[in-house]
């Protein structure tokens, strides 16, 4: 391999691990303040790439794009909580514990057939966002990238950005931890825990939906992608150590970066030694790189 | 402020609270005072509506709380700090105060800020540790923490859920003496407690609870003097 290309397999990782982290960061924030995830956040990414390639297949210029699918996603994040999880949690113990994984999971079935019916079973590729062509290409320090990828990774650090100043800076924020730590004490000083629990699900599926829109153009989208996107943020996570952001982001790079030399050596299975590689780091590291006990660093 | 008026509480199938009535008014301090068990708690959490009476009706400022969510009761004024503290750990001293003022309609950044200044006075250590994370402050200062995030709000009812609880007595002491002092100044606090003969010191009035029921209840200080009568009650 020549330094070259050990750098254009490191962007394009970079640029795939961004696009996970965004995608883990929405398991992350609902697991923090619920316990609960979504199952289908890997299906989400799906509709929101598929969203964004229907719009702008159209003609939808690419920033009202970007933003009709946030209002979508915001809207089946919101559907999502209220017919998936707060039903679950009226029954209280009459529902199983883990109840919330067929439901979420279930809601990502219904997800994929609806998206089959509308754009059919063929893999499709978004067209590029932020340059006029697929392959156009920058130079930076000698090094050929893709300006596509630049422009991703870019934009996911930004989101990844707003999302810590979110969790760190915001009241808002400063509710998800008290939700997190106790809800009913978090009531009684006055938080809207319901109000605080739709929105954490509003926030999972707006991280998937950037994730698909910023997808789109790297990877072939068609209706039934979401569940290695699902079991690959579940992995980030899990690196992560699920409770801590920072992990999260450090997890995210890392199996990105895995993934596109892996792909490199074994085009075949390359898929696969990432998640043979968490599996192994999980056996000796259970709670993952960083782990639980430091979910408040910040 | 409030009024209980022959509640009954029940979890699940099991009866916790039976015909239990009480009144608190501005200005005075009420004590609950029971054995472990006795449905102490679950009095508290009634009055925040975090559990629902199978009947009887409590009203607050006069109007009936039925149906209220328990994060309205706290920001129209009826604050109920909980048991063992409950301050997220996670953020500093000067969030958890700011947390729950934050959300109560006309609390603006001065009337907060001035707030903050009220609350260092009464708890110098909070000024000097504000920026120190809630989870690394001792039980005493917690618990100082605590009653200051709910007098951040602004409350017109104040409920405490056994305060004491892992306390060293002299921190214990400082904490009663706030309450009543700010029963003096004119709040009304309801004061739940298991340690029954510092909770009678400190209080106007109590009301010994005994496996659900108020078996007892008049002037603090005349409780106090039934000495015999305390003891058989709370073992």
Do not use: C
């Given at each position: 391999?020549?330094?070259?290309?050990?750098?254009?397999?490191?962007?394009?990782?970079?640029?795939?691990?961004?696009?996970?982290?965004?995608?883990?960061?929405?398991?992350f924030?609902?697991?923090?303040?619920?316990?609960?995830?979504?199952?289908?956040q890997?299906?989400?990414?799906?509709?929101?790439?598929?969203?964004?390639?229907?719009?702008?297949?159209?003609?939808v210029?690419?920033?009202?794009?970007?933003?009709?699918?946030?209002?979508?996603?915001?809207?089946?994040?919101?559907?999502?909580?209220?017919?998936?999880?707060?039903?679950?949690?009226?029954?209280?113990?009459?529902?199983?514990?883990?109840?919330?994984?067929?439901?979420?999971?279930?809601?990502?079935?219904?997800?994929?057939?609806?998206?089959?019916?509308?754009?059919?079973?063929?893999?499709?590729?978004?067209?590029?966002?932020?340059?006029?062509?697929?392959?156009?290409?920058?130079?930076?320090?000698?090094?050929?990238?893709?300006?596509?990828?630049?422009?991703?990774?870019?934009?996911?650090?930004?989101?990844?950005?707003?999302?810590?100043?979110?969790?760190?800076?915001?009241?808002?924020?400063?509710?998800?931890?008290?939700?997190?730590?106790?809800?009913?004490?978090?009531?009684?000083?006055?938080?809207?825990?319901?109000g605080?629990?739709?929105?954490?699900?509003?926030?999972?599926?707006?991280?998937?939906?950037?994730?698909?829109?910023?997808?789109?153009?790297l990877?072939?989208v068609?209706?039934?992608?979401?569940?290695i996107?699902?079991?690959?943020?579940?992995?980030?996570?899990?690196?992560?150590?699920?409770?801590?952001?920072?992990?999260?982001?450090?997890?995210?790079?890392?199996?990105?970066?895995?993934?596109?030399?892996?792909?490199?050596?074994d085009s075949?299975?390359g898929?696969?030694?990432?998640?043979?590689?968490?599996m192994?780091?999980?056996?000796v590291?259970?709670?993952?790189?960083?782990?639980?006990?430091?979910?408040?660093?910040? | 402020m409030?009024?209980?008026?022959?509640?009954?509480?029940?979890?699940?199938?099991?009866?916790?609270?039976?015909?239990?009535?009480?009144?608190?008014?501005?200005?005075?301090?009420?004590?609950?005072?029971?054995?472990?068990?006795?449905?102490?708690?679950?009095?508290?959490?009634?009055?925040?509506?975090?559990?629902?009476?199978?009947?009887?009706?409590?009203?607050f400022?006069?109007?009936?709380?039925?149906?209220?969510?328990?994060?309205?009761?706290?920001r129209a004024?009826?604050?109920?700090?909980?048991?063992?503290?409950?301050?997220?750990?996670?953020?500093?001293?000067?969030?958890?105060?700011?947390?729950?003022?934050?959300?109560?309609?006309?609390?603006?950044?001065?009337?907060?800020?001035?707030?903050?200044?009220?609350?260092?006075?009464?708890?110098?250590?909070?000024?000097?540790?504000?920026?120190?994370?809630?989870?690394?402050?001792?039980?005493?200062?917690?618990?100082?923490?605590?009653?200051?995030?709910?007098?951040?709000?602004r409350?017109?009812?104040?409920?405490?859920?056994?305060?004491?609880?892992?306390?060293?007595?002299?921190?214990v002491t400082?904490?009663?003496?706030?309450?009543?002092?700010?029963?003096?100044?004119?709040?009304?606090?309801?004061?739940?407690?298991q340690?029954?003969?510092?909770?009678?010191?400190?209080?106007?009035?109590?009301?010994?609870?005994?496996?659900g029921?108020?078996?007892?209840?008049?002037?603090?200080?005349?409780?106090?003097?039934?000495?015999?009568?305390?003891?058989?009650?709370?073992?």
């Open positions: 391999m020549t330094l070259l290309n050990f750098f254009q397999l490191l962007v394009s990782g970079i640029a795939m691990g961004a696009i996970y982290t965004l995608t883990a960061k929405g398991l924030i609902t697991h923090l303040a619920t316990h609960r995830l979504n199952f289908g890997g299906d989400f990414l799906m509709v929101g790439a598929f969203a964004s390639i229907g719009m702008l297949t159209a003609g210029p690419a920033p009202l794009a970007v933003l009709g699918v946030l209002v979508i996603m915001g809207v089946l994040g919101y559907l999502l909580e209220r017919f998936a999880i707060r039903p679950l949690d009226r029954l209280g113990d009459r529902a199983g514990a883990y109840s919330w994984v067929l439901t979420t999971a279930g809601s990502a079935l219904i997800l994929q057939n609806i998206v089959e019916l509308g754009f059919g079973k063929s893999a499709q590729y978004a067209p590029p966002l932020f340059s006029k062509t697929r392959d156009n290409v920058i130079n930076i320090f000698g090094v050929g990238i893709f300006f596509e990828e630049a422009a991703i990774i870019i934009t996911a650090f930004v989101v990844v950005g707003a999302f810590y100043w979110f969790l760190f800076g915001s009241r808002w924020g400063k509710a998800v931890y008290a939700v997190a730590f106790n809800p009913e004490a978090a009531s009684l000083f006055g938080i809207d825990v319901r605080v629990v739709v929105l954490v699900f509003v926030l999972a599926a707006l991280m998937a939906g950037i994730s698909g829109v910023l997808v789109g153009p990877v072939s068609h209706p039934h992608m979401g569940l996107f699902t079991i690959k943020a579940l992995a980030v996570a899990a690196v992560g150590g699920f409770t801590n952001p920072v992990g999260i982001l450090v997890g995210g790079l890392l199996f990105g970066g895995a993934e596109a030399f892996s792909n490199y050596w075949a299975f898929d696969l030694y990432p998640l043979l590689f968490v192994a780091l999980l056996a590291r259970p709670s993952g790189l960083f782990g639980e006990r430091r979910a408040d660093v910040r | 409030i009024e209980v008026d022959h509640i009954d509480v029940a979890i699940g199938p099991v009866g916790i609270l039976h015909d239990v009535s009480l009144r608190l008014t501005q200005g005075r301090l009420v004590t609950v005072i029971g054995a472990n068990g006795a449905g102490k708690t679950t009095l508290l959490r009634t009055l925040s509506n975090i559990v629902t009476p199978r009947s009887g009706a409590i009203r400022g006069g109007k009936p709380t039925a149906g209220i969510k328990p994060h309205l009761l706290a004024g009826l604050v109920h700090v909980p048991q063992g503290r409950q301050i997220v750990p996670g953020l500093t001293v000067r969030d958890n105060l700011v947390i729950g003022a934050d959300r109560v309609a006309g609390l603006d950044a001065d009337t907060i800020a001035q707030g903050l200044e009220r609350e260092f006075a009464r708890f110098p250590v909070l000024k000097e540790r504000q920026h120190i994370l809630g989870g690394n402050l001792s039980g005493g200062e917690q618990q100082m923490l605590a009653v200051s995030r709910a007098l951040m709000m409350p017109k009812v104040l409920l405490l859920d056994e305060p004491s609880l892992g306390l060293a007595p002299q921190v400082t904490i009663l003496k706030a309450l009543r002092s700010l029963a003096d100044d004119g709040l009304a606090v309801l004061l739940v407690e340690l029954a003969l510092l909770a009678l010191d400190t209080a106007d009035e109590a009301h010994v609870l005994q496996r029921r108020v078996a007892l209840s008049g002037p603090a200080h005349d409780l106090r003097r039934d000495r015999a009568v305390i003891e058989s009650y709370l073992g």
